[in-house]
């Protein structure tokens, strides 16, 4: 209690320096890593395997002006980091919303990403770049093992395009790219059936109306081709969902490209990820996951994962143990807890924002 | 698309009381007092709608409880927007973005300054008394046989300078809407939809309206 009291000070003193004032609900997050591995900078002892972070998030910034956003930000052993959010939603019709994040390390490496998507009916556009002088996994010594693959250069820019086009009720067309580390394109179409029931009409209805339906779950089918250096592929994919959240992914490439080996040959690639979410209790979340992709170039070839998000007293607990084996083949792992702590300004239940 | 939340808003406007004339009065009075009990009330709305030129099939599912204050919109057509849901409470509203599997989350307050709706408050969905003080309301016509006589009246804004029409019918049979327009100035249909599968009191839950994907990813604005 001794601690959330500090970190509730912190929080007040840190928000009044950046904004004057902190209006609205602040989330102040708290988190402590610990990774293994011979390739941290400084191996060996238990300070720098050990990654501290203390930050804000979801601070209110320009309210009322057309850029009224979100503001994170957070001090680390490792980093100073600092987000901006933009958002508009324009519901039924769709949304609009960017991201802008700096990272800058005490060594002096920089880490500067962008994302911004948009919905409008059929069409969706999600695009991202970066620019970095130093490597990810030295800001966020686990980056190297999430379920969607890290560029680990050291240095470099790097961009990326998707674009989503719904067809039909049940037919996606999508089309991107990925640009930096390893260029390359991608093609596919995604269908999904709905598993449903019918509901009962109710009485004076029109009896020529078709009937009613409730979504029971959804299975989603993939598939596509890849392209660019170093691979050439195809791809395919399932998706399992129930309506109460438990979902399960599966997808595949194979094609010829960098082998597990490091020769080019014959590869493959499958990530699998199982979400559960209320299985540790109400509001909770867990999310098991693999990926094995020796065909990337730049990313850890095999990423292993287990995430949990509990709800706790007045905030979210959250549990993350990550392993992997990296590019140079050495293997590693970590594990992550940290706690978010909502502050005042709303008394709405808190999300799990990725 | 506004128009037709307009509609929608109507829909459950036109279940509680109002202003206007006596005639039209006494139809919503007794519409009100049908409802009074009504914990929570649910329909479908499904026809046409002009989306700037073309006509567009339009199918989407009203769920809300008033006391409440919550309320959800699901949509089943037009394609684009199929499998997208808004669902709106005192402090915020939700949208479900089926094509990129999001859920953005805009407070109420922002949501109100944002042109999505035209101006008109979605929270008060489900505060009809005070909806329905912004519209003039009169009966057009009566038609059927006592006991199931259908009522057709016309609402219209007060005081915006707009001479767009909604039309709503009402069936004796039970006291709610059987059917919407929505009439231009120049007479012409913008939209023209069907109240069906209309039930109260069917047990709804504010937690199974407020229910969207668990894996979506969440983007607070």
Do not use: C, H
Not at chain 1, 1 to 8: S, V
Not at chain 1, 281 to 288: D, F, K, P, Q
Not at chain 2, 107 to 124: E, I, M, R
């Amino acid at each position: 209690m001794k601690q959330i009291r500090a970190g509730k000070r912190m929080t007040v003193a840190l928000g009044a320096a950046l904004l004057g004032t902190a209006a609205g609900a602040v989330d102040v997050d708290f988190g402590v890593s610990y990774r293994t591995g011979t390739d941290v900078l400084g191996a060996g002892s238990l300070w720098q395997q050990t990654t501290a972070r203390v930050g804000v998030s979801n601070v209110s910034v320009l309210g009322g002006t057309p850029v009224a956003g979100t503001l994170s930000a957070g001090v680390s052993n490792r980093a100073v980091d600092v987000g901006y959010a933009l958002g508009l939603s324009l519901p039924p019709l769709g949304a609009v919303s960017s991201r802008t994040d700096l990272a800058v390390t005490w060594q002096g490496g920089l880490r500067l990403s962008s994302r911004a998507t948009g919905t409008a009916g059929p069409v969706a556009l999600n695009a991202g770049a970066s620019f970095f002088t130093t490597s990810a996994t030295a800001v966020d010594p686990l980056a190297a093992w999430t379920f969607a693959p890290t560029d680990l250069r050291n240095r470099g820019v790097a961009a990326d395009l998707a674009a989503r086009y719904r067809v039909n009720r049940t037919l996606v067309a999508v089309l991107g790219g990925e640009f930096g580390a390893q260029n390359q394109g991608f093609v596919g179409i995604e269908s999904r059936r709905d598993l449903t029931r019918v509901l009962a009409p109710s009485e004076g209805d029109d009896p020529t109306l078709e009937p009613a339906t409730e979504r029971t779950g959804t299975l989603t089918f993939r598939a596509g081709a890849r392209a660019g250096r170093d691979i050439l592929g195809v791809t395919g994919g399932l998706t399992y969902a129930t309506e109460a959240g438990l979902s399960l992914g599966l997808d595949a490439l194979a094609g010829r490209g960098q082998t597990d080996s490091g020769s080019t040959g014959l590869t493959y690639g499958l990530t699998a990820s199982v979400t559960a979410p209320d299985l540790l209790g109400e509001g909770s979340n867990l999310r098991l996951y693999s990926a094995y992709e020796p065909w990337r170039t730049a990313s850890a070839p095999l990423r292993v994962g287990a995430e949990a998000i509990l709800p706790l007293g007045p905030g979210e607990l959250s549990l993350d143990v990550r392993g992997g084996r990296n590019p140079s083949g050495t293997a590693g792992f970590g594990a992550r807890v940290g706690y978010r702590l909502p502050l005042g300004g709303s008394d709405a239940p808190q999300d799990n924002t990725p | 698309m506004k128009n037709l939340l307009t509609l929608s808003v109507l829909a459950l406007a036109a279940l509680s009381s109002g202003a206007g004339a006596q005639t039209a009065q006494d139809i919503l009075n007794r519409v009100d007092s049908a409802q009074k009990s009504a914990k929570d009330v649910s329909f479908r709305l499904s026809g046409t709608a002009s989306l700037e030129s073309s006509a567009q099939k339009i199918d989407l599912t009203v769920k809300s409880i008033p006391a409440q204050s919550v309320a959800r919109l699901q949509f089943l057509a037009p394609d684009a927007l199929a499998d997208n849901v808004v669902v709106a409470d005192k402090n915020e509203v939700r949208q479900y973005l089926f094509l990129t599997n999001q859920i953005t989350v805009t407070p109420v307050k922002k949501a109100a300054n944002s042109a999505g709706f035209g101006g008109l408050d979605f929270t008060q969905l489900s505060n009809a008394a005070t909806l329905l003080s912004q519209y003039s309301v009169k009966l057009l016509g009566t038609t059927g046989a006592a006991g199931s006589r259908l009522f057709q009246l016309e609402a219209t804004p007060k005081g915006t300078g707009s001479t767009d029409k909604a039309r709503v019918w009402i069936t004796e049979a039970g006291w709610r809407p059987t059917r919407l327009q929505l009439v231009s100035s120049g007479n012409k249909v913008l939209a023209d939809l069907n109240v069906s599968s209309y039930k109260v009191n069917a047990g709804l839950t504010a937690a199974a309206l407020r229910a969207l994907p668990k894996d979506a990813q969440i983007i607070r604005q």
